[in-house]
């Protein structure tokens, strides 16, 4: 456990997950771009919700970072 009172795995494993989630986005946009016909819709959907997923990890990271600073 370190000072935030969350194991050190959850801080490596919202990391994996943020590139993670970075590539699915990246790849609904290219499948959007491209055009896919009948799963446009699905792949619409998918980066949104991946996107949201993705924003919430950055911030749990970025909140963690900048309680750290503060610290000596």
């Known amino acids: 456990m370190?000072?935030?009172?969350m194991p050190r795995f959850r801080r490596i494993w919202s990391t994996v997950q943020v590139g993670v989630l970075a590539?699915?986005?990246?790849?609904?946009?290219?499948?959007?771009?491209?055009?896919?016909?009948?799963?446009?819709?699905?792949?619409?959907?998918?980066?949104?919700?991946?996107?949201l997923a993705l924003i919430g990890h950055s911030t749990y990271l970025w909140l963690i970072r900048r309680s750290n600073r503060g610290r000596p």
């Open 2 to 5: 370190n000072e935030t009172g």
């Open 23 to 51: 590539v699915a986005v990246v790849f609904c946009i290219v499948m959007l771009v491209i055009g896919q016909g009948k799963l446009d819709r699905v792949y619409a959907v998918a980066a949104v919700f991946f996107g």
